[in-house]
Structures are given as structure tokens and as C-alpha cells.
């Protein structure tokens, strides 16, 4: 009988824990920004690619090229959504786009849409035609701080293809 009632309390303290008291698995954290789109003006008709990128940094560059090289290296500093893997934003006329960028926690203090007429690795066809946060007469994109687990919401972008921002290059 004791024997019967060890082998049922040795499955009962066997059996019942696989993990003891260990916390659940963490849960899936995103955060990053969302927003709009708005167009005005006469949509290219030889549109080929068309993003939106979030930058670390604010300055210029040297060309296009120094920016591809920075998205295309894998680089922290310059984000691309949607990722060269997947298809472009919209080529076809639109009004408005809502987008939702997920991002790494950080700063982003120049978020643009970029776009070419030519092909991907065609630097002379690639320009910024929207900044979030500016305006032609002053030109000073916004920053935007991202913090784990939020998205930071009416980051909205205005594109207007008969008055472009000033270009992020010299």
C-alpha cells in the first residue's frame, strides 16, 4: 500500500510541473510610426519604385548612392519600408496611403518618400519627393522618437509632385 501511494505521489510531483514557476514567454513587441500619405500634383507615369525610408540622421549626403549603400549594407541607419525584398509602394495615381512602418526603438529625424523612375540601382533617377514635417519655405523635417512597444501615430506625409522638397544631397 505505501508503495502504491509513493508511485502516485512521485507521478503527481513528476508530472504536474515541466517548468516550475518560470515566467511565460515574452510576448511580441512592435512599435514604430504610422500615418498617411498625400498626393497632389501629376503622378509620374514611369514610376518604378516608391518608398518610404526613416533616417537616424539628418544631413546631405554626397548622392543617392551614399544612401543606397546604407540601405543596401544592412546599416541601422537608414530604415526602408516597404524592405527592397517586397513590393513598392503604389505606382498607380492615388490620393492618400496608409502606411504602418515598424521600427527599432530610436530617433528618426528624417522620414521620406523616396522614389525612381529608373531602376533600383539607378542612382540618377532616385529623389525625395515628400518629408514629414515640412515646409518649402522653411525647410526643417520633424523628428520622431520611437520608443519600445509604441507606434507613434499621424505621422503624415505630404507629396506634391509640382513643388518637391529640397534634396537630401549636394
Known amino acids: 500500500m505505501s508503495k502504491i501511494l509513493f508511485m502516485m ?14 515566467p511565460p ?3 511580441k513587441v512592435d512599435q514604430g510610426i504610422a500615418g498617411v500619405i498625400y498626393y497632389q500634383g501629376v503622378f509620374p507615369d514611369s514610376l518604378k519604385e516608391h518608398r518610404l525610408i526613416a533616417a537616424k540622421m539628418y544631413r546631405k549626403y554626397r548622392s543617392i548612392n551614399e544612401i543606397l549603400n546604407l540601405v ?4 541601422d541607419s537608414i530604415q526602408i519600408y516597404p524592405p527592397i525584398s517586397s513590393p513598392s509602394l503604389p505606382l498607380y495615381k492615388i490620393d492618400t496611403l496608409s502606411y504602418r512602418f515598424s521600427l527599432p526603438p530610436s530617433t528618426y529625424k528624417y522620414i521620406a518618400i523616396v522614389q525612381t523612375t529608373g531602376e533600383l540601382m ?4 532616385w529623389k525625395v519627393v515628400g ?3 515640412t515646409n518649402h519655405e522653411n525647410f526643417q523635417p520633424y523628428e520622431v522618437e ?7 501615430e499621424n505621422v503624415n506625409i505630404f507629396v506634391d509632385y509640382n513643388n518637391l522638397p529640397p534634396q537630401p544631397f549636394y
Open 9 to 22: 505521489f512521485a507521478f503527481l510531483i513528476f508530472s504536474g510541473c515541466d517548468k516550475g514557476l518560470s
Open 25 to 27: 514567454p515574452p510576448e
Open 72 to 75: 543596401l549594407s544592412g546599416s
Open 122 to 125: 539607378d542612382s540618377t533617377k
Open 131 to 133: 518629408v514629414y514635417g
Open 146 to 152: 520611437v520608443k519600445l512597444g509604441e507606434f507613434v
